[in-house]
Nanobody, 118 residues
Framework: QVQLVESGGGLVQPGWSLRLSCAASRNIVGFTTMSWYRQAPADGRGRELVATVSIGGNTNYADSVKGGFTISRYNAQTLVYMQMNSLIPADTAVYYC??????????WGQGTKVTISA
């Protein structure tokens, strides 16, 4: 079990940056993959996988955020970050941090809201 708490969301203008943080209740070295998902408002498609980082530091990104978002994890500090640059209105969503353990169980945080608007 692990509890995840996201922070860093807010309202910013297009072109600005935000850094999201995910704080885990315990050491995350045992979680094979840490990820960020997002769900846009009134989006019937469900949650979109935005970025993942493996325990070894390998990263993957959705095509829509490549070059603009960077995910990182600090196992000893129980933290995961996602730096988001050059934000656009289409990035408006609730962003969720997740942790996947060795038994392929996924744990979710409560989310942090990001709004991009002029």
């Amino acid at each position: 079990q692990v509890q995840l708490v996201e922070s860093g969301g807010g309202l910013v203008q297009p072109g600005w940056s935000l850094r999201l943080s995910c704080a885990a209740s315990r050491n995350i070295v045992g979680f094979t993959t840490m990820s960020w998902y997002r769900q846009a408002p009134a989006d019937g498609r469900g949650r979109e996988l935005v970025a993942t980082v493996s325990i070894g530091g390998n990263t993957n990104y959705a095509d829509s955020v490549k070059g603009g978002f960077t995910i990182s994890r600090y196992n000893a500090q129980t933290l995961v970050y996602m730096q988001m640059n050059s934000l656009i209105p289409a990035d408006t969503a609730v962003y969720y941090c997740t942790a996947r353990d060795l038994f392929i169980r996924d744990y979710w945080g409560q989310g942090t809201k990001v709004t991009i608007s002029a």
